[in-house]
């Protein structure tokens, strides 16, 4: 299957472009997502796509949708992506690779959890002790399994911009005290529950962010992709030690290499080497068959 930089369905009403995902209006009720093979890395949409990226967001996401329903409702509605669009060339690009959801009002934060003491978690805590405001016991290792999940919430940037971490006071400004509440918890039950499971199948799940949605009533719903390799930080657990950093099931061979390349992390991006791209493809790949065993 040939890999899908970008989407071009003509029979619904286009929306939106996304890092990786596109979005087609089905209804006044209902909206398309199509999750291609695109990677952003350092902020930037990279020219060469992921073969394959796109499907296992897809059945990663999946996955977890239905395993962790009960936690909390999803955007998910139901009706077949290939029944909504109308030539075989249309039905070509969603399959396998796309969501039809509800139509909701998603929240204007992501809602990151962190599990391990990692990436710009660490960095944070070597500073201050702290890891985005909030405090940690002294002596803890790079790598190291934290006392409990800290959720640490953050603004959600244009394409092309950064995230800028909030704290569970600035999320209440802008969500309200009770809804603030219900996203924390959510949040935190969603990552506890799914890295129990992980931890099953030989992957830890160091880290992950989630997105959330509410209807007309103001309900909560989990929204957008979940625990995949491009949301989540996915560690095998074979390979884990604390004070260093493992390997992780992501797009770290891409970012390993455009670091070595010299590029100034200014769009353009280079094009990158077959090699690399088949050898990130092959993590996504076994991210989803260790944890779905597909």
């Given at each position: 299957?040939?890999?899908?930089?970008?989407?071009?369905?003509?029979?619904?009403?286009?929306l939106?472009?996304?890092k990786?995902?596109d979005l087609?209006?089905?209804?006044?009720?209902?909206?398309l997502?199509?999750?291609?093979d695109?990677?952003?890395?350092?902020?930037?949409?990279?020219?060469?796509?992921?073969?394959?990226?796109?499907?296992?967001?897809?059945?990663?996401?999946?996955?977890?949708?239905?395993?962790?329903a009960?936690?909390?409702?999803?955007?998910?509605?139901?009706?077949?992506?290939?029944?909504?669009?109308?030539?075989?060339a249309?039905?070509?690009?969603?399959?396998?690779?796309?969501?039809?959801?509800?139509?909701?009002?998603?929240?204007?934060?992501?809602a990151?959890?962190r599990?391990?003491?990692?990436?710009?978690?660490?960095?944070?805590?070597?500073?201050?002790?702290?890891?985005?405001?909030?405090?940690l016991?002294?002596?803890?290792?790079?790598?190291?399994?934290?006392?409990?999940?800290?959720?640490?919430?953050?603004?959600k940037?244009?394409?092309?911009?950064?995230?800028e971490?909030?704290?569970?006071?600035?999320?209440?400004?802008?969500?309200?005290?009770?809804?603030?509440?219900q996203?924390?918890?959510?949040?935190?039950?969603?990552?506890?529950?799914?890295a129990?499971?992980?931890?099953?199948r030989?992957i830890?799940i160091?880290?992950?962010?989630?997105e959330?949605?509410t209807?007309?009533?103001?309900?909560?719903?989990?929204?957008?992709?979940?625990?995949t390799?491009?949301?989540?930080?996915?560690w095998?657990?074979?390979?884990y030690?604390?004070?260093?950093?493992?390997p992780?099931f992501?797009?770290?061979?891409?970012?390993?290499?455009?670091?070595?390349?010299?590029?100034n992390k200014?769009?353009?991006?280079?094009?990158?080497?077959?090699?690399?791209?088949?050898?990130?493809a092959?993590?996504y790949?076994?991210?989803?068959?260790?944890?779905?065993?597909?």
């Amino acid at each position: 299957m040939n890999p899908l930089h970008h989407s071009s369905l003509t029979s619904l009403k286009f929306l939106h472009r996304g890092k990786v995902r596109d979005l087609y209006e089905v209804d006044d009720d209902h909206l398309l997502i199509v999750q291609t093979d695109r990677l952003s890395a350092f902020d930037v949409i990279l020219d060469d796509p992921i073969p394959g990226k796109g499907e296992v967001l897809t059945a990663v996401s999946n996955f977890w949708f239905d395993k962790l329903a009960h936690v909390i409702p999803n955007h998910l509605s139901g009706i077949d992506p290939e029944s909504v669009v109308k030539t075989e060339a249309e039905r070509a690009q969603v399959r396998g690779r796309s969501f039809v959801t509800r139509k909701l009002k998603p929240l204007p934060i992501e809602a990151i959890v962190r599990g391990y003491l990692v990436g710009s978690g660490w960095k944070d805590y070597q500073k201050t002790g702290a890891v985005c405001g909030i405090d940690l016991p002294a002596g803890l290792q790079e790598a190291q399994k934290l006392p409990q999940p800290l959720f640490t919430p953050s603004t959600k940037a244009a394409i092309g911009d950064h995230d800028e971490n909030i704290s569970f006071e600035e999320a209440k400004k802008l969500l309200g005290e009770e809804m603030a509440g219900q996203v924390k918890n959510a949040t935190l039950a969603l990552y506890t529950q799914a890295a129990e499971y992980a931890l099953t199948r030989g992957i830890i799940i160091a880290d992950t962010k989630f997105e959330f949605g509410t209807d007309a009533a103001g309900k909560l719903y989990l929204i957008d992709e979940a625990l995949t390799p491009d949301s989540s930080r996915f560690w095998p657990a074979d390979q884990y030690q604390v004070g260093s950093n493992p390997p992780s099931f992501d797009k770290q061979f891409v970012r390993d290499w455009l670091e070595s390349s010299g590029w100034n992390k200014q769009a353009p991006a280079p094009r990158v080497p077959a090699e690399i791209l088949q050898k990130t493809a092959d993590k996504y790949r076994e991210a989803q068959q260790r944890l779905i065993g597909a």
